[in-house]
């Protein structure tokens, strides 16, 4: 069949959804099947690695300063072409779409205009996640309807667990919905044999805006460094909260011991994390984060590196009943129980045996892969129907 993913974020820009989209457009070509990615233009400098077989078509849009499709004047400069590249295009059997709400909106009228059915990736609930950067009740019910309107109208909500699941039936989001889990792309995310930093090193990768209050580990790096002076915290993405995080470093004079990197592709984050002492993931301790899940931890453990989790959600869950001994801990939010658990790690660093035999586990029980088989299975299912 015809298979047409629309998505504004795509490789070469790193972030989960690319890793799994791809993985997602490149299962469906194993299948037999055609599939046309309809996303944007990268960021300045980006180096275009389209998988073979998938044709990728890219346009022009708008980006903020960290260059990133992030705002709704960047959701619009690429949602309203994106209706007519659908509108003007071969007759697709299926849309997949990748959120914000608007894209989802756009998706659902020209589902019903081509008559194509549509199904969504649901990682998140937008509209809650949006109440932590305006309290706006215009901006806020806006949004609220427009994606229970996107997500009512998908033939399936591939959700990105259980309790996500639950949220969108308690707020009347009735699509047919499959939590489908969460995994790292173990083609890139591996362990190859490198020993645990020394002196210790912390490192944090993804997206580091409001809702993750990342800060928490710089606040925390104090304590650490005053047992252990060369310790580093190293950050790999982008967010919001970087300058805000940098000034925090400055004022508790450790800005020497705290660095921000770009984004940088898997295979180059991948040796990175397997050589960190542990990774560092959080999620605010605030209401829309108790269905969301810290995805990171899965690409960290891919690579053999254990996590030190803060927040609540999902991952505390995930972390506590996980039946691999050095998964990692899940702490409360709390500048004294983090850096106690960092303390921890740099005192007894996970050996290279025990590191090789988590990413053994990992790669075994929660590969992309095989959410991709099961994603397929059930798209064509809905295609036929």
């Not at 990105?160 to 792309?185: C, K, N, S, Y």
């Not at 690579?303 to 609540?312: D, E, F, K, L, S």
């Not at 972390?319 to 106690?340: I, K, R």
Request: proline letters at 9%; aromatic letters at 8%; one cysteine or more.
């Amino acid at each position: 069949m015809r298979v047409v993913i629309a998505t504004r974020i795509f490789g070469p820009e790193v972030s989960a959804a690319s890793a799994i989209l791809r993985i997602w457009a490149e299962e469906f070509r194993d299948r037999g099947d055609e599939v046309v990615i309809l996303t944007a233009k990268p960021p300045k400098g980006a180096v275009v690695d389209d998988p073979p077989g998938i044709e990728v078509r890219r346009a022009a849009v708008k980006r903020d300063r960290q260059q990133y499709v992030r705002g709704y004047l960047s959701y619009m400069s690429f949602d309203i072409p994106l209706a007519f590249r659908l509108l003007f295009s071969k007759r697709a059997d299926l849309y997949i779409v990748e959120p914000p709400p608007t894209t989802v909106a756009v998706v659902r009228v020209l589902s019903r205009l081509r008559r194509t059915p549509y199904v969504v990736r649901a990682a998140d609930y937008w509209t809650e996640a949006a109440e932590l950067v305006t309290t706006n009740p215009l901006v806020i019910g806006t949004l609220r309807r427009l994606e229970a309107w996107g997500l009512r109208g998908a033939a399936r909500l591939f959700a990105a667990h259980e309790p996500l699941m639950q949220r969108f039936r308690e707020v009347g989001i009735d699509a047919p919905a499959t939590p489908i889990g969460f995994g790292a792309d173990t083609k890139d995310f591996r362990y190859d044999g490198q020993p645990p930093a020394d002196p210790p090193v912390f490192v944090y990768a993804g997206t580091h805006s409001e809702w993750h209050g990342a800060g928490i580990f710089v606040d925390a790096m104090p304590t650490v460094l005053a047992r252990h002076p060369d310790a580093r915290l190293e950050f790999y993405g982008n967010g919001e909260d970087r300058d805000a995080m940098l000034s925090r470093a400055r004022e508790l004079g450790i800005a020497s011991s705290v660095e921000f990197y770009a984004p940088i592709p898997p295979a180059a984050l991948a040796p990175i994390l397997a050589g960190a002492t542990v990774s560092v993931a959080s999620l605010a301790p605030v209401p829309p984060n108790d269905y969301a899940l810290a995805t990171k931890v899965y690409s960290s453990l891919a690579a053999g590196c254990p996590v030190i989790y803060t927040g609540r959600g999902p991952t505390v869950e995930f972390l506590n009943d996980s039946d691999h001994p050095h998964a990692g801990v899940a702490v409360p939010y709390e500048v004294e129980a983090v850096a106690a658990a960092m303390l921890d790690a740099a005192a007894a660093p996970l050996p290279t045996a025990g590191r090789a035999a988590l990413a053994a586990w990992s790669a075994s029980e929660y590969s992309l892969n095989s959410i991709a088989e099961r994603v397929v299975d059930e798209s064509h299912a809905i295609a036929r129907r």
